[in-house]
Each structure stands twice: as C-alpha cells, then as structure tokens.
C-alpha cells in the first residue's frame, strides 16, 4: 500500500508562483513514472506534467514555459512549480505514481487527495 499527500495549494494572484509538493510513503517498489494531473468541475482530470524515474520530462503544452516538474529520489517526493499562474490553471491538483511490484510482477497506480489552486484575476 502506498500513500500520497500533496500539499502547497493555496490561492494567488496572477502572474504569481505557488510550488506543489507530493511525498510518497508506505510499501514503495520500483516507481515508474510520477506526475501531477488537474481537474475542474464537471471536466475529465487532464495530465499537467509526468517525470519517469531516469528523469524524463512531459508537459502539457498549456503549461510549456510556466510549469517544471522535478523529483526527489531520496525522499520519494515530487514537485511541482509552477510560475506566471493564469487563472484558467484554477483546478484541484492530483499526483501519481506508478510503480512495479517484483514479487506479484504487477503495475500499479496511486493517487493523492489532491490540493485545490485558484488563481485570482
């Protein structure tokens, strides 16, 4: 079983910065990907940025410029930091991670509770 807690959601003015932290703890194998998603009443969850475990990097193209995902290996933490916030970035923000299991030999996904962002005119 893994855990996840996200945490620096906040509002801001835009234009602002507001930088989003994700740790992960519990029964933790070998992490595949993290990444962080949003979503918005009545929208599907949309990828915002994904990092692999060598380091890789994805970005929607909204947030190419203002957004960097980054990675702490040591403490299982993911970041995410995020500039020049518009207010159409308002949204609950998500983590994930997938992982491996080498004794079942099973992928598996897990999620955070998310963390709300708004992002005031």
């Known amino acids: 079983q893994v855990q996840l807690v996200e945490s620096g959601g906040g509002l801001v003015q835009a234009g602002g910065s507001l930088r989003l932290s994700c740790a992960a703890s519990g029964n933790i194998f070998n992490i595949n990907t993290m990444a962080w998603y949003r979503q918005t009443p009545g929208k599907a969850r949309e990828l915002v940025a994904i990092?692999?475990?060598?380091?890789?990097?994805h970005y929607a193209d909204y947030v190419k410029g203002r957004f960097t995902i980054s990675r702490d290996n040591t403490l299982n933490t993911v970041f995410l930091q995020m500039n020049s916030l518009k207010p159409e970035d308002t949204a609950v923000y998500y983590c994930?991670?997938?992982?491996?299991?080498?004794?079942?030999?099973?992928?598996?996904?897990?999620w955070g509770q998310g963390t709300q962002v708004t992002v005031s005119s």
């Open positions: 994930s991670l997938d992982e491996t299991n080498p004794e079942l030999i099973a992928t598996q996904t897990y």
């Open positions: 990092i692999s475990s060598g380091g890789s990097t």
